[in-house]
């Protein structure tokens, strides 16, 4: 059974850092394109950053943008979302989402394989 399991979040200050994980099991990924998206309390999930399964092409949410790098070891079947210069509007909850086809679709529909989130809570 496919899965894909979220770490790495936390409690940080604005201006921190951060560096969330991704580690897919029960089958290879290598071959899929894979997404960040996230949700806050109140809002719908929305697309973050999203990696080609080559991990040359790679897509971002205007509001991350320059702050925030997506990037994927296929060796370790593993993804992973560096956030750097976090703002309070970044606090929510982080999933990963695993589906073939492109990596830049922004709607939730699109993505097939799904984790549980982690809470990423950035403090003023």
């Known amino acids: 059974q496919a899965q894909l399991e979220e770490s790495g979040g936390g409690l940080v200050q604005a201006g921190g850092s951060l560096r969330l994980s991704c580690a897919a099991s029960g089958r290879t990924f290598s071959s899929y394109s894979m997404a960040w998206f996230r949700q806050a309390p109140g809002k719908e999930r929305e697309f973050v950053a999203g990696?080609?399964?080559?991990?040359?092409?790679?897509y971002y949410a205007d509001s991350v943008k320059g702050r925030f790098t997506i990037s994927r070891d296929n060796a370790k079947n593993t993804m992973y979302l560096q956030g750097n210069s976090l703002k309070p509007e970044d606090t929510a909850v982080y999933y990963c989402?695993?589906?073939?086809?492109?990596?830049?679709?922004?709607?939730?529909?699109?993505?097939?394989?799904w984790g549980q989130g982690t809470q990423v809570t950035v403090s003023p």
């Open positions: 989402a695993a589906s073939l086809g492109s990596a830049g679709r922004g709607s939730t529909r699109d993505w097939t394989y």
């Open positions: 990696i080609s399964w080559s991990g040359v092409g790679t």
